[in-house]
């Protein structure tokens, strides 16, 4: 029988039917390198050459989210008894897309062989990066209530 402590926890339908993943990448940059210096490479230099390459593979929607200092102090003001814990990563890239095996055909791509692999080098800390994937559940987009995640 379910308790509090441990609740029974429904099985879900399929759940890709319908719905898209996001890989999000919990990035560093590479030692030495200043905060503007690795923005500016990844949203000047990385991104124009990525772009279309994964529009070509079916990605949804990429995003790029800096953290960076005059950010993060930003928390002082939102830190509650719940929410203590400050990430230190320097940047969070979230790709949305329906097959992984799309994503991973991207990646198999000449082109991004030749152009990407080596870029990523040059501004990230690969090392220390982080990365997960998941389904995307959403419930409010441009300022309306949504039920789940839509083509775009």
Known sequence: MPSVNDPEIPELAD???GKYLCLTI???RKPGMS???YRNHMVNV???MTKHLMVKYGV???TQIHNQSSTRALMSKLFDSQMVQLADFDCFSQVIFKSVDDYKRMKEDPWYKEHL???HEKFADTKRSRMTIGW???FVRDGKVVDGF???
């Open 15 to 17: 759940p890709s039917e």
């Open 26 to 28: 919990c990035g560093y």
């Open 35 to 37: 905060e503007e210096d």
């Open 46 to 48: 990385s991104a124009p």
């Open 60 to 62: 949804k929607r990429w």
């Open 117 to 119: 692999v080596d870029d």
């Open 136 to 138: 995307v559940e959403e």
């Open 150 to 152: 839509k083509d775009c």
